[in-house]
């Protein structure tokens, strides 16, 4: 049911992300420059966001989050990752933001049906996040993440 609603979400939103307009990682829990964004691994995804490994979506955390997976080797990612970086500080304290590296967390990409990156998940304390595929400029970016706050 998980990997049906996420492939329904991509899905949806390809065809809206064609028009729009990373990060290198351990593997573990740590922190991009800037400090605002958090590179994350499956564990630490598992704890901190979301069990991927059960069948219903239960969000973890205390405030909204945006996980970005990347690849070390994707263009796109490499160009989105400055744009996350800064959306990230800009809202620090507000939303939480993680990245997650696929080729060392191939069992959660493969949960999510993510076979395109960069693939941005939104997620709003309540409800169901939706998931952003392919390269977004910073104003589609912003957006998405206002959407996030509470009115």
Known sequence: MKLQFFLASAAALVSV???GASYVGDGGASSAPGGAVEIIS???YRR???DFTTPEWEYLGDMP???DFYAD???PCRRLSPVIDKVA???EGRVRFYKVDVDSAESLARAYGIRSIPSVLFIPLSGEPVMSVGLISESE???KVRHLLPE
């Open 73 to 75: 080797w994707c263009g």
């Open 89 to 91: 500080e800009e809202y």
């Open 141 to 143: 970016l912003k957006e």
């Open 48 to 50: 901190l966001v979301e």
């Open 17 to 19: 992300q064609l028009s």
């Open 42 to 44: 499956e564990d630490s």
């Open 65 to 67: 989050a945006v996980v």
